[in-house]
């Protein structure tokens, strides 16, 4: 869509419509969430998946689970801080405390920093074609079984659970009202 004329209105316009188009209303956390980062081109690295991770860490339950669905076919990657941000810490604490200490300035922070912020809701399983070593490294739990995953996670709570969906994890914008 393309919007014109005064720039206040054809941004208020522009607003309403991008909101229509990705808000999601939801009246509810979910114990599970699987997230996508969109299919090719968007998934091609761990780096990008963490936006489709972010959006579901915003509806999932504390001490819920999400899993990632994400290609990952050229890696973390392994150049820049990112990978190296990941590993280099010996907690999540330590991450995000690492990450908050105002002379840290280093590229690629934001996708560290949520990842971790992620981690204290919930776990992280993802379904890539990354290897163990390397979703773990990434402090992730890997799994080539994704209905064999529900399932595990579905044995361990109580009172048939909904599961959420999110086909376009970083394109969405879910709102609990």
Known sequence: ?????????AHREGA????????????????????????????QNLYQTVKGIWTASRIV?????????SECSKGIPDD?????????????????EGLSNPVCNLMDRWQAQKLAMSFKK????????????????CRMKKTDDI???VREVLG???NNPSIAVIPHGPITV????
């Open 147 to 149: 209905i064999g995953t």
């Open 1 to 9: 869509s393309i919007f014109s004329g005064n720039y206040l209105g």
């Open 122 to 137: 919930a776990d992280i399983f993802l379904y890539s074609s990354l290897s163990q070593e390397k979703t773990e490294s």
């Open 16 to 43: 309403r419509v991008s909101a229509q188009i990705s808000m999601v209303k939801l009246e509810k956390k979910f114990p599970i969430v699987i997230t996508t980062n969109s299919g090719y081109p968007l998934d």
């Open 156 to 158: 361990k709570i109580k």
């Open 174 to 177: 879910p709102i609990i009202v």
């Open 80 to 96: 820049g801080n990112f990978a190296k941000l990941m590993s280099s810490y010996r907690s999540i604490n330590e991450l995000l």
């Open 61 to 69: 339950e504390e001490s819920g689970t999400i899993i990632a669905v």
